[in-house]
Nanobody
């Protein structure tokens, strides 16, 4: 069982930045494909982006150029740097480690 814990959510004004962190247990963290998803009220959960063990990344079109995913394997941590935030980025953000999910962290962007 892998435990996944997100942190760093909060309230930010449009145009601002926020960094989410996610830690995952396990001695083979470096092999996990880590992902970030989000779910806005009344909408389906959607993929934000992923990062492979070697650092390769993929992003949803809606966040390309604004969000950056990185990882620190020594700390078992992955980050989601969110810049130029928009009200439509408001959602609960979830981190995944392979098939395991965190509990989510709320991000609210005010206009």
């Amino acid at each position: 069982q892998v435990q996944v814990v997100e942190s760093g959510g909060g309230l930010v004004q449009a145009g601002g930045s926020l960094r989410l962190s996610c830690t995952a247990s396990g001695s083979i963290f470096r092999m996990y494909v880590m992902g970030w998803y989000r779910q806005a009220p009344g909408k389906q959960r959607e993929l934000v982006g992923t990062i492979g063990g070697g650092g390769s990344t993929n992003y949803a079109d809606s966040v390309k150029g604004r969000f950056t995913i990185s990882r620190d394997n020594a700390k078992n941590t992955v980050y989601l740097q969110m810049n130029s935030l928009k009200p439509e980025d408001t959602a609960v953000y979830y981190c995944t480690a392979n098939k395991y999910w965190g509990q989510g962290t709320q991000v609210t962007v005010s206009s």
